[in-house]
């Protein structure tokens, strides 16, 4: 297992000093040829304050929708005639002085999600990390969708900042229980 993706248990978040923070990643797909496409452009996750230097962010969820009904995006979903599945996939990463992935593999947007459990805990190093998000896949457009010449996909992630030095220094040694340990 990669260390740089062990979770802390809820219980050990020093709440008193975690503000909630809130990440939003949205993206537009134009209709062209007959599909909607996105194609991994990377773009900024906005939130209402900028990242912190050595601040540790623990994700609790993830909410997922777009601007049309879930069943006409399912519908939607577009596998090649070669049987590729093209599902738009989200992947997230934090630019500094690199680029770091955050997710362990894109997240699938096979249906919308309200407060999916997703639990990700990291530390910033930099007074200029940004966090980035990308959208990859197409859906086809359907009956349904004659008339809508684009489609907005959103991602929100619910989160905790957590500025106590304490928590951040035994984060990164690895030294606290992890989510699953007794």
């Known amino acids: 297992m990669n260390d740089q993706f062990l979770v802390p248990r809820l219980e050990d978040l020093p709440y008193a000093s975690s503000p909630p923070i809130q990440f939003v990643y949205r ?18 996750l906005a939130s209402l304050r900028p990242l912190m230097a050595n601040a540790a962010y623990y994700f609790r969820s993830v909410t ?13 979903i577009y596998i090649t005639p070669a ?23 894109p997240l699938a947007i ?33 009956a349904a969708l004659i008339g809508k010449g684009s489609i907005t996909l959103s991602v929100i992630i619910s989160a905790q900042e957590i500025v106590d030095t304490a928590f951040t220094k035994r984060f990164l040694e690895k030294s606290y229980p992890q989510v699953g340990s007794n």
Request: glycine content about 6%; some cysteine; charged content about 20%.
């Open 27 to 44: 993206q537009t797909a134009t209709l062209a040829a007959g599909m909607y496409t996105w194609a991994s452009t990377p773009m900024n």
């Open 64 to 76: 997922i929708a777009a601007d049309i009904d879930e069943g006409d995006y399912l519908s939607a």
């Open 83 to 105: 049987l590729i599945n093209r599902t738009p996939v989200f992947q997230m990463y934090l630019k500094g002085t690199g680029k770091q992935i955050l997710f362990r593999e």
């Open 110 to 142: 096979a249906k919308y999600f309200q407060n999916f459990d997703y639990r990700l805990c990291w530390v910033t190093q930099r007074e200029d990390d940004v966090l980035y998000g990308s959208l990859d896949g197409q859906l086809t457009q359907t």
